[in-house]
Structure formats: structure tokens, C-alpha cells
């Protein structure tokens, strides 16, 4: 049974970091976490959910949405399976609870939920001064 389970979320006044950590186990098929791409999104209190970074298997090449590129940082460890989402500058609008999200193996990174059939059950991430 696939699990996702994400930490590191809280309460940051604005321009402030947070790091973000998912641990996975339990992936199908015998295939080790560094051919799954994994990813980020966030959904902020009364909008859609939203893809906000994702790194590719193997090497890892990564992709950010707009609003956070040159802030966040995507990164994976793979003999520890585990996801990092390093995020500098905070701002308010970065409040959303966070969800790790893990693809099929040698699939896509992209910002498609299709794309991603596991999920963690999220961690909240709040900036307010």
C-alpha cells in the first residue's frame, strides 16, 4: 500500500522558509523511488488545488510554477525516498495546505493531477504576520 507522508508544514511570518519533507513507502510494482516523478501542489482555502513543482525520476530535471520560481526548490533523496520542498520568501499567498504527490513509474512532471495517482494527506503551510 503506497503511502505519502509529508511534515514540515507551520506558521511563518512573511519572508520567511519553510522545508517541506514526504517519505514514501509502499511503492507498486518493486520499482525503486528514483523512477517515480514526484511533485508538490497546494490548495489555498476556497480554490482549486494547483501544481506547484515537480522533479523528475532518474536525474531530475525540475519545474516550478510561476509564482514561485527563484523561492522554492525542489530536491529528492532517493536511497532515503524521500521529497523536499525547500520555500524561501514566503509570502501570504503561500498559505494552502501542501500535498506530496508521487506519478507512475517513468512518467510525466508536469502539473497534471492526472499524472499523479498517490497522494499524501497534505501538510498546511500558513504565512501571516
Known amino acids: 500500500q503506497v503511502q505519502l507522508v509529508e511534515s514540515g508544514g507551520g506558521s511563518v511570518q512573511p519572508g520567511g522558509s519553510l522545508r517541506l519533507s514526504c517519505t514514501a513507502s509502499?511503492?507498486?510494482?518493486?520499482?525503486?523511488?528514483?523512477?517515480?516523478?514526484m511533485g508538490w501542489f497546494r490548495q489555498a482555502p476556497g480554490k482549486e488545488r494547483e501544481g506547484v513543482s515537480c522533479?523528475?525520476?532518474?536525474?531530475?530535471?525540475?519545474y516550478y510554477q510561476d509564482s514561485v520560481k527563484g523561492r522554492f526548490t525542489i530536491s529528492r533523496d532517493n536511497p532515503k525516498n524521500t521529497l523536499y520542498l525547500q520555500m524561501n520568501s514566503l509570502k501570504p499567498e503561500d498559505t494552502a495546505m501542501y500535498y506530496c504527490?508521487?506519478?507512475?513509474?517513468?512518467?510525466?512532471?508536469?502539473?497534471?493531477?492526472?499524472?499523479?495517482?498517490?497522494w499524501g494527506q497534505g501538510t498546511q503551510v500558513t504565512v501571516s504576520s
Open positions: 522533479i523528475g525520476w532518474g536525474g531530475g530535471a525540475a
Open positions: 509502499g511503492l507498486p510494482f518493486g520499482i525503486a523511488f528514483g523512477s517515480y516523478a
Open positions: 504527490a508521487a506519478g507512475r513509474p517513468y512518467g510525466p512532471c508536469d502539473f497534471s493531477e492526472a499524472d499523479f495517482p498517490y
